[in-house]
């Protein structure tokens, strides 16, 4: 489901002009939505990993968020828009957290 995710993500991010414009947002709600969809995107790739995997898709999605803002740059001929790669970092490490927060909630409530 995440993987499909991300494929949808760079999909939409990639849109020819014309329907590029129609799907964009500005200001909080664009920030916003990068740090929704790229927090749901670590959190449904990582669904039953647990470790090193777990690292290996933080790593990925980060790398990703940060490419794509690289690749949307050169292919619109626009700055880097250092905004959206900082709130794509926000949402992964939000996604990070939530899950490893709720891990170690549920890991507690079970030793008891």
């Not at 939505?33 to 959190?43: N, R, T």
């Not at 990993?49 to 803002?69: C, D, N, P, Q």
Request: aromatic share 12%.
């Amino acid at each position: 489901m995440g993987v499909l995710l991300v494929l949808l993500l760079a999909v939409l991010a990639l849109l020819p002009e014309p329907f590029k414009g129609r799907t964009a947002t500005s200001g909080l709600v664009h920030e916003c939505g990068h740090v929704f969809v790229f927090s749901l995107a670590f959190l449904l790739t990582s669904m039953g990993s647990r470790g090193t995997r777990e690292f290996a898709i933080l790593a990925v999605l980060l790398t990703f968020g940060f490419g794509l803002e690289l690749l949307q740059s050169r292919v619109y001929h626009i700055p880097i828009e250092y905004r959206d790669i900082s709130a794509n970092f926000s949402g992964v490490l939000l996604g990070f957290l939530g899950r490893s927060i709720w891990i170690g909630k549920t890991r507690d409530e079970f030793k008891e």
